[in-house]
């Protein structure tokens, strides 16, 4: 079977037992910040799992895209050298909330392995694991599946209790439970031993499927409660069954690998040869560009720092292959010829997936010239049999790509060593570092789960008389809060809008007849709507009558906000292009932020233009209409989904502005606050606009009585600058340039005036020449000069002192610049790179340079005289 079939014939099993199928989410995890990327088939279904979310069924299936290439799940390094290491991977899951169990799962997994109906694999080569002491898995496996005893292996702790191979935690608290892994046997022409010998590590068994059962709920003191409602998560390996459905020992060998790898092949112009080089590229395409559709672009942090390590790591190995040119991104069609069917999304974001990747090859090639000259200009400074620094190696892989063995290899020409362990220091620190950013680290336990949906009525009010439903402090269900108090209330029904879509929560106040609670954030949990906040006043407790009461004054400034986003957001993709996609956004009482996908950035004159269209549609002062429409439908319509955000069947509809044939301007899906007429927005006006990432721009703006304050100010300083200048409005640009002109040239003036003093100083200079065993030496203090002035009286120095040796200090501003100069025919004796190491260690400097040439800074300016005066003796003792 070939992987594409495999993957749908998974899913129509499941489809005939009662599972409903639920798309693949997102690479970028929804509002879940302890992940960096998705990684597992459940991580869409978490909330679900935690009872914080409720859906419309209990059964489902899915292929989740998944990557594993940065934070705490990294299998970067791995891959190309192993036979199942992949960036991204597709997991098969069939999951049960509160439905069926133990008995349920475990039959369907068999039955879809080994039936003849579905993938038919030798009951014979299959053996399993359970927790060492469940004994209902066990059971259940030998007893009513039939499967012999000694083909079912307890799998026992690790270390302490629960902490074993066969018992899954989503973390140091919340859900947890044992689990039952399926194996399959490759044969025994290859080695390797059943999970739980010395041999496991083996490639002869190799797991397939996983079963894991929810039944626990742990404490932080490590106790475990069992679930009320126990439940199933599955996983599997589409690649790894894939290549056992097609006979192959390794992932790369099955049918969607090869035909990546032989796109390469075509690309490069090289003949297949499927060697580590091939394996790598045929994985990251994958990875790259299912990251790219998803959003993420490349940059220097976070998941868009992954994504250009992932895109360098296969130019690199392209490069190796023998590609001369940009070649990384003209796979991409292969990749849509065989997965576009399954994902869409590829076909119709191809051409965007392949301008980035092409943009960041190009980028890289650039980078790598510039890494070059780093490196030149640092090994440089060296000397034969000197090594270079790891900081310095590690800065040229981090930031520039290069692989360790490629430095080593440049700075071997010139027989200088590379610190290997310093190397590994800062690889070390970086791994720290990345793990710290990716750690799963929640308590579960302190999650707010209510069971009760609230009822939102902020649509058509600001206040609301209703009664609380649950009081929360430190995360636990507690009957009063008092005066002083900081905790969470839930109401049934409440006017507080939660916060979401990019715009931030409520403030307000709750209030009964014996307490106040100022409202300080609005957010949800699960399909509860939860107040934080402080008690003012009184005492609240559990089931008393409450009045909720929104300032109407934030309300109304963040609904102006939210409604010039919209219009911003069709503006930008009139102006520049329907490239323009939502990346982010942040809508509050005082500002609205809008991130959105574009390769430069934007001239003055374009945002004069988008800022123009916005204040037109504000002018025309349209309703702002509102429609509740199946998802579909509204798709149909034109509308918009929002970066990040996940819907239900049923979406809110948002059209807002009218074009000039009268269709609207905006169609977006959101659930947030908005003004009735876009009229009520005021006035709109942009005051930022700049780069936050390779390909995404940033727009902060604001509106009504905000953006008037702006403009006011801005008016203000025009006044002042008029006044100072003694100028006209239209002749304050004039005159400023005319200023900057001015200092232009005092400036150079002033730089030749200090050379032609620099030159007089070597001169006087040359008085304080001592001869050191026949050799002229100088040894020198000068006033005030920095490391540039210094450099350029060192090299006049130079040009007047024949055969000798130039030391030169200067102290400005508590720092001390340092200088040496060599001639040529005294580096065997004494090197300039020396001098000044002996300074810096001296003063806690640093500094370097070639054995004719010098220079370094330190700090400690008090030791300058005692550091000169020792240099002066090591002198007397290498020239005598």
Same mark, same amino acid.
């Given at each position: 079977?070939?992987?594409?079939?495999?993957?749908?014939?998974?899913?129509?099993?499941f489809?005939?037992?009662?599972?409903?199928p639920?798309?693949?989410?997102?690479?970028?995890?929804?509002?879940?910040p302890?992940?960096?990327?998705?990684?597992?088939?459940?991580?869409?279904?978490?909330?679900?799992?935690?009872?914080?979310?409720?859906?419309?069924?209990?059964?489902?299936?899915?292929?989740?895209?998944?990557v594993?290439?940065?934070?705490?799940?990294?299998?970067?390094?791995?891959?190309?050298?192993?036979?199942?290491?992949h960036?991204?991977?597709?997991?098969?899951?069939?999951?049960?909330?509160?439905?069926?169990f133990?008995?349920?799962?475990?039959?369907?997994?068999?039955?879809?392995?080994?039936s003849e109906?579905?993938?038919?694999?030798?009951?014979e080569?299959?053996?399993?694991?359970?927790?060492?002491t469940?004994d209902?898995?066990?059971?259940?496996?030998?007893?009513?599946?039939?499967?012999?005893?000694?083909?079912?292996?307890?799998?026992?702790?690790?270390?302490?209790q629960?902490?074993?191979?066969?018992?899954?935690a989503?973390?140091?608290?919340?859900?947890?439970?044992?689990?039952?892994?399926?194996?399959?046997?490759y044969?025994?022409?290859?080695?390797?031993?059943?999970?739980?010998?010395?041999e496991?590590?083996?490639d002869r068994?190799?797991?397939?499927?996983?079963?894991?059962?929810?039944?626990?709920?742990?404490?932080?003191?490590?106790?475990?409660?069992p679930?009320?409602?126990?439940?199933?998560?599955?996983?599997?390996?589409?690649e790894?069954?894939?290549?056992?459905?097609?006979?192959?020992?390794?992932?790369?060998?099955?049918?969607?690998f090869?035909?990546?790898?032989?796109?390469?092949?075509?690309?490069?112009g090289v003949p297949?040869?499927?060697?580590p080089?091939?394996?790598?590229?045929?994985?990251?395409?994958?990875?790259?560009?299912?990251?790219?559709?998803?959003?993420?672009?490349?940059?220097?942090?976070?998941?868009?720092?992954v994504?250009r390590r992932?895109?360098?790591?296969?130019?690199?190995?392209g490069?190796?292959l023998?590609?001369?040119?940009?070649?990384?991104?003209?796979?991409?069609?292969?990749?849509?010829?065989?997965?576009?069917?399954?994902?869409?999304?590829?076909?119709? %974001?191809?051409?965007?997936?392949?301008?980035?990747?092409?943009?960041?090859?190009?980028?890289?090639?650039?980078?790598?010239?510039?890494?070059?000259?780093?490196?030149?200009?640092?090994?440089?400074?060296?000397?034969?049999?000197?090594?270079?620094?790891?900081?310095?190696?590690?800065?040229?892989?981090?930031?520039?790509?290069?692989?360790?063995?490629?430095?080593?290899?440049?700075a071997?020409?010139?027989?200088?060593?590379?610190?290997?362990?310093?190397?590994?220091t800062?690889?070390?620190?970086?791994?720290?570092?990345?793990?710290?950013?990716g750690?799963?680290?929640?308590?579960?336990?302190?999650?707010?789960k209510?069971?009760?949906?609230?009822?939102f009525?902020?649509?058509?009010?600001?206040?609301a008389?209703t009664?609380?439903?649950?009081?929360y402090?430190d995360?636990?269900?507690?009957?009063?809060?008092?005066?002083?108090d900081?905790g969470?209330?839930v109401?049934?029904a409440?006017?507080?809008?939660?916060?979401?879509g990019?715009q931030?929560?409520e403030?307000?106040e709750i209030?009964?007849?014996?307490?106040?609670?100022?409202?300080?954030d609005?957010?949800?949990?699960?399909?509860a709507?939860?107040?934080?906040?402080?008690?003012?006043?009184?005492?609240?407790?559990t089931?008393?009558?409450?009045?909720?009461?929104?300032?109407?004054?934030?309300?109304?400034a963040s609904? %102006?906000?939210?409604?010039?986003?919209?219009?911003?957001h069709?503006?930008?993709?009139?102006?520049?292009?329907?490239?323009?996609?939502?990346?982010?956004?942040l809508?509050?009482?005082?500002?609205?932020?809008?991130?959105?996908?574009?390769?430069?950035?934007?001239s003055?004159?374009?945002?004069?233009?988008?800022?123009?269209?916005?204040?037109?549609?504000?002018?025309?002062?349209?309703?702002?209409?509102?429609?509740?429409?199946?998802?579909?439908?509204?798709?149909?319509?034109?509308?918009?989904?929002?970066?990040?955000?996940?819907?239900?069947?049923t979406?809110?509809?948002?059209?807002?502005?009218e074009n000039?044939?009268?269709?609207a301007?905006?169609?977006?899906?959101c659930?947030?606050?908005?003004?009735?007429?876009?009229?009520?927005?005021?006035?709109?006006?942009?005051?930022?606009e700049?780069?936050?990432?390779?390909?995404?721009?940033r727009?902060?703006?604001?509106?009504?009585?905000?953006?008037?304050?702006?403009?006011?100010a801005?008016?203000q300083?025009?006044?002042?600058?008029a006044?100072?200048?003694?100028?006209?409005?239209?002749?304050i640009?004039?005159?400023?340039?005319?200023l900057s002109?001015k200092q232009?040239?005092?400036?150079?003036?002033?730089?030749?005036?200090?050379?032609?003093?620099a030159?007089?100083?070597a001169?006087?200079?040359?008085?304080?020449?001592?001869?050191?065993g026949?050799?002229?030496?100088?040894?020198?203090?000068?006033?005030?000069?920095?490391?540039?002035?210094?450099?350029?009286?060192?090299?006049?120095v130079?040009?007047?002192?024949?055969?000798?040796?130039?030391?030169?200090?200067?102290v400005?501003?508590g720092?001390?610049?340092?200088?040496?100069?060599?001639?040529?025919?005294?580096?065997g004796?004494?090197?300039?790179?020396?001098?000044? %190491?002996?300074?810096?260690?001296?003063?806690d400097?640093?500094?370097?340079?070639k054995?004719?040439?010098?220079?370094?800074?330190?700090?400690?300016?008090a030791?300058?005289?005692?550091?000169?005066?020792?240099? %002066?003796?090591?002198?007397?003792?290498?020239l005598?």
């Open positions: 079977m070939q992987l594409n079939e495999v993957r749908q014939a998974f899913i129509d099993f489809v005939s037992k009662n599972h409903t639920v798309a693949s989410s997102s690479l970028i995890p929804h509002n879940d302890t992940l960096l990327f998705t990684n597992a088939g459940m991580n869409q279904f978490k909330d679900t799992f935690l009872g914080l979310e409720k859906r419309d069924y209990n059964r489902a299936v899915s292929s989740q895209k998944c594993r290439a940065g934070g705490k799940h990294n299998d970067l390094d791995n891959v190309g050298y192993t036979a199942r290491h960036t991204f991977f597709e997991m098969l899951g069939n999951f049960s909330f509160g439905d069926y133990k008995k349920d799962a475990l039959k369907f997994a068999w039955e879809f392995l080994t109906e579905w993938l038919a694999l030798p009951k080569r299959l053996y399993v694991t359970v927790y060492h469940d209902e898995a066990f059971d259940i496996w030998h007893q009513e599946i039939g499967l012999p005893a000694d083909r079912i292996i307890r799998i026992g702790d690790k270390g302490k629960y902490e074993s191979d066969n018992f899954w989503m973390g140091d608290t919340g859900p947890c439970g044992p689990c039952s892994e399926i194996f399959y046997d044969g025994d022409h290859l080695w390797g031993g059943l999970p739980g010998t010395p496991e590590d083996g068994y190799v797991e397939v499927w996983n079963c894991v059962f929810m039944q626990f709920n742990r404490q932080k003191d490590g106790t475990l409660e679930l009320p409602k126990p439940s199933v998560d599955t996983g599997m390996g589409l790894r069954i894939s290549s056992v459905m097609q006979g192959k020992y390794g992932n790369y060998e099955t049918d969607l090869v035909n990546l790898m032989d796109a390469a092949a075509r690309v490069i297949s040869t499927y060697e080089s091939f394996k790598v590229v045929a994985d990251h395409i994958r990875a790259v560009s299912f990251l790219i559709a998803d959003g993420v672009r490349p940059s220097n942090e976070g998941r868009g720092y994504l992932i895109i360098r790591r296969a130019v690199r190995h490069n190796k023998g590609a001369t040119d940009s070649f990384f991104y003209k796979v991409v069609p292969a990749l849509v010829k065989e997965m576009g069917n399954a994902y869409p999304q590829l076909v119709e %974001k191809q051409a965007e997936i392949q301008a980035v990747i092409q943009k960041e090859e190009e980028q890289f090639a650039k980078t790598l010239a510039q890494g070059l000259r780093l490196l030149s200009g640092e090994l440089d400074k060296l000397t034969t049999g000197a090594t270079l620094d790891g900081e310095t190696v590690f800065k040229l892989y981090d930031t520039y790509g290069f692989p360790t063995d490629l430095t080593a290899d440049i071997r020409e010139r027989e200088i060593d590379i610190d290997e362990a310093g190397f590994e800062h690889m070390q620190a970086q791994r720290e570092r990345a793990r710290d950013a750690k799963f680290d929640v308590d579960y336990t302190a999650a707010i209510v069971e009760t949906p609230t009822e009525l902020g649509y058509d009010t600001l206040t008389d009664h609380i439903v649950g009081l402090q995360g636990k269900a507690v009957e009063v809060l008092n005066e002083g900081q969470v209330i109401l049934a409440t006017p507080f809008y939660a916060e979401g990019g931030v929560g403030l307000g209030s009964t007849e014996s307490g106040v609670f100022a409202v300080e609005t957010k949800k949990s699960g399909t709507i939860i107040h934080h906040g402080t008690v003012k006043m009184g005492q609240l407790s089931n008393q009558t409450a009045a909720a009461q929104v300032i109407d004054d934030i309300r109304k609904s %102006k906000n939210h409604s010039a986003t919209h219009l911003l069709a503006a930008l993709r009139s102006v520049l292009g329907t490239g323009v996609a939502q990346k982010g956004s809508v509050s009482s005082e500002m609205l932020r809008f991130d959105f996908s574009h390769d430069n950035p934007i003055n004159e374009d945002l004069a233009l988008v800022e123009k269209i916005v204040n037109e549609q504000i002018q025309k002062n349209s309703t702002v209409q509102i429609e509740y429409l199946p998802i579909d439908e509204a798709m149909k319509k034109g509308a918009m989904a929002l970066f990040g955000e996940k819907y239900g069947e979406v809110r509809v948002l059209t807002m502005g000039a044939d009268k269709s301007f905006s169609i977006e899906l659930g947030g606050i908005h003004v009735l007429r876009t009229g009520d927005i005021g006035i709109f006006k942009i005051v930022s700049s780069g936050i990432a390779a390909g995404v721009r727009i902060e703006a604001l509106t009504g009585l905000g953006a008037l304050r702006y403009i006011q801005g008016e300083t025009l006044s002042t600058l006044n100072n200048l003694k100028a006209k409005r239209g002749e640009l004039p005159r400023i340039n005319s002109d232009r040239e005092l400036e150079k003036q002033l730089e030749q005036l200090s050379q032609k003093l030159s007089l100083e001169k006087s200079l040359m008085d304080k020449v001592e001869q050191i026949g050799v002229p030496v100088l040894i020198a203090k000068v006033d005030n000069l920095d490391g540039k002035a210094l450099r350029g009286l060192a090299d006049d130079k040009s007047k002192l024949h055969n000798g040796v130039a030391v030169l200090a200067s400005s501003d720092k001390v610049a340092l200088t040496a100069s060599v001639s040529k025919e005294l580096t004796k004494v090197k300039a790179g020396d001098i000044i %190491k002996q300074l810096c260690e001296a003063l400097g640093k500094g370097g340079g054995p004719d040439f010098a220079q370094g800074g330190a700090n400690n300016a030791g300058l005289e005692q550091a000169m005066t020792a240099l %002066k003796g090591d002198l007397t003792d290498k005598n």
